[in-house]
């Protein structure tokens, strides 16, 4: 049977690029938002999956408050037990100074921390302003380069935030302004919603490329009306070359009611694979892990992707 990440043998030229980097945040914002938790070795087993797919950066938990996110409450034993494959960084989120000193002493090597371009969003989701994320970021920013950590941001709602409705491109350059002068290294720009359109995407990129690299820029796009790989192509057009997707789509954001799962790594990688943009991931493998997640949790997963290659192969083995 012919594999699923086949690149077509003619291609138009384009200006694309050639080599995407995903970032895949599965076990993190995917499995943050189960209401059933999944048990310590499952999700080792899925990570284990994930690497062994070809991701290289797989953000594998998160050292917030347990009792904001009791699913990854198990940060600590995730990280004694990660699964050491060559060339895959592990990263986890972490909210303030405790959850740094945790991660720190977990021996964590990546670390994300986030805010967003919505006031509102950041008091529901940190119980601060904007500005005291930042602050509250300073020194952990700080700390991490001294120790020579790399830190990334994550920074939701830069499109439309579910309490405040539009947010103003002036707002989310503010914030990544903000945030690259602290020395974060890699920002992420959310459309935690799901709402952005790829017009958004052309006039977001280009605003923020007046203070950030495109190599410095990774885009995370949530499916809720469909237009996430639109998104996706939007920002290769604008050179971007790392997005944030999650396996099967899990996910989504307890703080976003009402939006759905983040974009499928499946749908990312395939649609890259069949442009001939070069991602690294095993398409087939990458299912594998998404299907054993999907078991554990004992529904299907809204990846399409995922479910179309999950069919063909209960076909086959029939
Ligand atoms: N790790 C473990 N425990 C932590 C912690 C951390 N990083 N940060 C705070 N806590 C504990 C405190 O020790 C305190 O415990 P106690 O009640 O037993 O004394 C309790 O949590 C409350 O701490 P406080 O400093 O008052 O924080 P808060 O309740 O205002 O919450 C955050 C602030 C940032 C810690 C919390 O909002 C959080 O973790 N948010 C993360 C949400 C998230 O992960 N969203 C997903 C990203 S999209
Ligand atoms: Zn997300």
Not at 1 to 9: K, L, T, V
Not at 193 to 222: I, R, T
Not at 236 to 245: I, S
Request: proline share 5%; charged share 20%.
């Amino acid at each position: 049977m012919m594999s699923h990440s086949q690149p077509r043998e003619s291609l138009v030229e384009t200006t694309l690029p050639k080599t995407v980097r995903v970032v895949e945040v599965g076990p993190r914002d995917g499995l943050q938002n189960e209401p059933e938790p999944v048990s310590t070795p499952h999700k080792l087993l899925f990570i284990q999956k994930l690497a062994e797919a070809g991701l290289k950066h797989i953000e594998a938990s998160s050292f917030v408050s347990p009792k904001w996110v009791p699913q990854l409450g198990d940060a600590e034993e995730i990280f004694a037990n990660l699964p050491q494959q060559a060339g895959v960084a592990y990263s986890a989120l972490v909210p303030n100074m405790k959850g740094f000193e945790r991660a720190v002493a977990s021996g964590v090597r990546h670390i994300a921390v986030f805010t967003a371009a919505s006031e509102t969003f950041v008091q529901h989701n940190m119980n601060m302003s904007i500005g005291a994320s930042l602050e509250n970021f300073k020194p952990i920013i700080a700390a991490a380069l001294q120790e020579n950590i790399s830190v990334r941001g994550y920074i939701s709602t830069c499109f439309v935030c579910p309490y405040e409705g539009e947010i103003s491109r002036q707002a989310v350059l503010d914030v990544t302004t903000r945030l690259v002068e602290l020395g974060v290294e890699e920002l992420s720009v959310g459309d935690t919603v799901g709402a952005a359109a790829p017009v958004d995407v052309y006039e977001l990129v280009g605003v923020l490329m007046s203070c950030v690299g495109l190599d410095q820029l990774s885009l995370h796009f949530h499916d809720t009306y469909g237009t996430a790989l639109a998104n996706v192509l939007a920002g290769l057009e604008m050179g971007v070359t790392t997005f944030d997707a999650s396996a099967g789509g899990l996910g989504g954001c307890p703080y976003a009611p009402g939006a759905s799962g983040n974009l499928a790594t499946e749908d990312l990688v395939y649609m890259l694979g069949r442009m001939g943009i070069e991602t690294g991931v095993d398409l087939d493998k990458l299912a594998e892990a998404s299907y054993f997640i999907q078991r554990t949790l004992g529904r299907p997963l809204p990846g399409k992707g995922l479910q179309r290659i999950l069919a063909t192969k209960a076909k086959a083995a029939n």
